[in-house]
């Protein structure tokens, strides 16, 4: 069974940084691409960040390109979301989401697999 | 960026109704069109994938259709358990972006 769990989130101030992890069990991590996509009840669901399987595509939003860094280790079974430079408006739930397809690419065609997500809430 | 309009945004309907939802791209993606379905307090569900494809498991009364700007959901046969909201997402250019949704509720 496909097991995605974040974990990482919590209050923190602006500016200051925060990292998200997900586990991965139930799949061979190192053959899929992962993503990380959040969601707000303002803004819906907003894509973040995807890394390809052995890490050479990377790819962010603009809205976090540069603060942002999306990292994973397969000898881990891990994805990582290290956030610097928090704002206001990165308060979100975050999701890790899986490839549905088999690739060395980041091309993908859905996500198939979401974890529960981990709250991130920056303020003041 | 791609802009992905669902409509309606919101949607009654009964038991055992056909329901259609659509989604608009501002520029054609080909058919890289995912849908999900998110209760509340969950993470989204993948329903369809290249706009027809159906997810393993995901009962065959859902269907997608449509290519370039202009795809459509139907659930036939509506059950109580498809009360939810519907999102679609476009991945043929990043950023990968989604649609704002359609909630399906009963009427």
């Known amino acids: 069974e496909v097991q995605l769990v974040e974990s990482g989130g919590g209050l923190v101030q602006p500016g200051r940084s925060l990292r998200l992890s997900c586990e991965a069990s139930?799949?061979?991590?190192?053959?899929?691409?992962m993503h990380w996509v959040r969601q707000t009840p303002e803004k819906g669901l907003e894509w973040v960040s995807g890394i390809s399987s052995n890490s050479g595509n990377i790819v962010y939003a603009d809205s976090v390109k540069g603060r942002f860094t999306i990292s994973r280790d397969n000898a881990k079974n891990s994805l990582y979301l290290q956030m610097n430079s928090l704002r206001d408006e990165d308060t979100a739930l975050y999701y890790c989401a899986k490839d549905a397809v088999l690739q060395q690419q980041l091309v993908p065609d859905a996500f198939d697999f979401w974890g529960q997500g981990t709250m991130v809430t920056v303020s003041s | 960026d791609i802009q992905l309009t669902q409509s309606p945004s919101f949607l009654s309907a009964s038991v055992g109704d056909r329901v259609t939802i659509t989604c608009r791209a501002s520029q054609g993606i080909s058919r890289y069109l995912a849908w999900y379905q998110q209760k509340p307090g969950k993470a989204p569900k993948l329903l369809i994938y290249?706009?027809?494809t159906l997810q393993i498991g995901v009962p065959s009364r859902f269907s997608g259709s449509g290519s370039g700007t202009e795809f459509t959901l139907t659930i036939n046969s509506l059950q109580p358990e498809d009360f939810a909201i519907y999102l679609c997402q476009q991945l043929k250019t990043y950023p990968l972006t989604f649609g704002g949704g359609t909630k399906v509720e009963i009427k």
């Open positions: 290249v706009a027809s």
């Open positions: 139930g799949f061979i991590f190192d053959d899929y691409g």
